[in-house]
Each structure stands twice: as structure tokens, then as C-alpha cells.
């Protein structure tokens, strides 16, 4: 890997047979992305450091040091603060990288991205198949926005390519999808994370419920907002505020 980043010189080691520029010497007056940086080994973690900081480093085998100009992009799936604590991963590095921290929520808190990226993968795959296929049925796409996705974009993506490989006519249905309505439900109990004092667990708890509740009442009232407020037993703005705050949609 460190070849791999820095490049090497002839002899370096066994097989090193000619000499390999790195992918930083490639990135020059440019921008290199570290993707799953947390993975990263701790030994590999210092070099970086060291050209992080200096902005030179040398290829393995060598002694020349290279001055670079490099952004650096890095993003990781961990919670690096935690990795810090279990030592896996370098406080100081976290700092140098972390300049301009983006955090991005997994689709599950996004319910909003959820629909646009399963027809995004459906445009994809029913395009490489050669299948004509409009979209979903509404039973499909409810159970796409109830599942709970602990997988990811990744997961999401899997499961359309699957429903398009199964699907026979001009909408997905919820049988091609391999998911139920069930399986959403325990997978929000079990994904619930029992961590932070009680008022902390019954917050999360309660916005579960609010959020199956608020979603079942829309659809039993075809989105009239006016009558789900009152079925609800809540003021009209107050049912507003908690469809933008969930991202639900219809």
C-alpha cells in the first residue's frame, strides 16, 4: 500500500524490478481521494501523517524527498472519534484531515433521497437489461421507504438490481423487491441503538413510532393533511413540522 501511495524505486524490494511513481507524485497540482480512511494501518497512518504535513515524502527505496501540492479527500464509514479511543486510528491525523468535515447521514435518516436513488438504479439496470420498466407500484415503493437499508446505498442498490432481474412487467411490485414489510419493522427494533441514558432511548423510540404512525395516517387519508391532523390529534402546523422534520413524503 505504501508503494501504492508513494511510488518505489528500482530494487526496492523483491520483484521491484523498475521504478513506480505513486498515485501522490500522480496527483500533483491536483486532487487525491482516500476512501475508507479509517481502515488505513497504523504505521501507514504516520507516513501520511508526515507528508500531510510537510508536503514531501520519498518512494520507497529512495532517499530524494518529492514536493507535492496535493488536495486530499478523505472518507471513511467509521466513526473515527471512536477509532481514536480504541487506538486504531491516529488523533493527530484525524485533525489534519478533518479541515472540512462533511457528514453524510446513511438513507435511512434521508427517507427524501431514498425513492430518487431506487429510480436512479432502476433507470440503470432495466437500461443494461434491455427491460421496459416505468417504475414502482405504490405497494413497492412503501416498502422501500419503510425498510431500514443497513446496508446502505450499497443495499438499496443490490435490492433494485435484483427486483429488475425479476420483474415481468412495466412496474416493480413488492415480491420482486425480497423485502417486507416485517422485516422493516424488526430491523428498525433491532437497529435501534440502546446506548445514552433512558430519555436518550425512549427520544429514538418515540420518533419510530411517530414516524410509522404519521406515515400510516398520511396514507390512510390520501395525504389530506387537514384530516390526518385531526385523526392525529395534533394542530395542522404541528403535523408539518414533523413531516419535514421525518422527510417523509407522498
Given at each position: ?14 520483484g ?9 507524485e500522480?496527483?500533483d497540482?491536483?486532487?487525491?481521494f482516500?476512501?475508507?480512511i479509517?481502515?488505513m ?17 520519498a518512494?520507497?527505496g529512495g532517499?530524494?524527498?518529492?514536493k ?5 479527500v ?6 473515527l ?5 480504541e ?17 453524510i ?14 429510480g436512479?438504479?432502476l433507470?440503470i439496470f432495466?437500461?443494461?437489461m434491455s ?8 405497494e413497492?415503493?412503501k ?10 446505498v450499497r ?7 435484483r ?10 411490485q413488492?415480491?420482486?423487491l425480497?423485502l417486507?414489510?416485517i422485516?422493516a ?8 441503538p ?7 432511548v ?5 420518533k419510530?413510532?411517530?414516524t410509522r ?26 403535523l ?11
Amino acid at each position: 500500500m505504501e508503494s501504492e501511495l508513494f511510488g518505489h524505486e528500482a530494487g526496492a524490494f523483491t520483484g521491484a524490478k523498475e521504478k513506480k511513481i505513486g498515485k501522490f507524485e500522480l496527483a500533483d497540482k491536483g486532487t487525491i481521494f482516500l476512501d475508507e480512511i479509517g481502515d488505513m494501518d497504523l504505521n501507514l497512518q504516520a507516513k501520511l501523517l508526515r507528508v500531510l504535513q510537510g508536503d514531501e515524502f520519498a518512494r520507497l527505496g529512495g532517499n530524494k524527498p518529492i514536493k507535492i501540492d496535493v488536495r486530499v479527500v478523505a472518507a471513511s464509514n467509521r466513526d473515527l472519534q471512536k477509532a481514536i479511543s480504541e487506538q486504531t486510528f491516529r488523533e493527530d491525523l484525524y485533525y489534519r484531515l478533518s479541515a472540512f468535515p462533511i457528514i453524510i447521514p446513511p438513507i435511512r435518516e434521508r427517507h427524501e433521497d431514498i425513492l430518487p436513488l431506487a429510480g436512479h438504479f432502476l433507470n440503470i439496470f432495466a437500461k443494461e437489461m434491455s427491460k421496459d420498466i416505468k417504475g414502482f407500484s405504490k405497494e413497492a415503493k412503501k416498502i422501500i421507504l419503510n425498510h431500514h437499508w443497513k446496508g446502505n446505498v450499497r443495499e438499496l442498490e443490490n435490492c433494485i438490481e435484483r427486483a429488475v432481474i425479476l420483474c415481468n412487467g412495466e412496474a416493480i411490485q413488492p415480491d420482486n423487491l425480497g423485502l417486507s414489510q416485517i422485516d422493516a419493522e424488526k430491523a428498525l427494533l433491532d437497529e435501534m441503538p440502546l446506548e445514552g441514558g433512558l430519555s436518550d432511548v425512549c427520544s429514538r423510540a418515540i420518533k419510530i413510532a411517530e414516524t410509522r404512525l404519521i406515515k400510516k395516517v398520511l396514507d390512510d387519508t390520501g395525504w389530506n393533511k387537514t384530516k390526518a391532523a385531526e385523526i392525529l390529534k395534533v394542530s395542522y402546523k404541528t403535523l408539518l413540522t414533523k413531516i419535514k422534520e421525518y422527510g417523509l413524503e407522498e
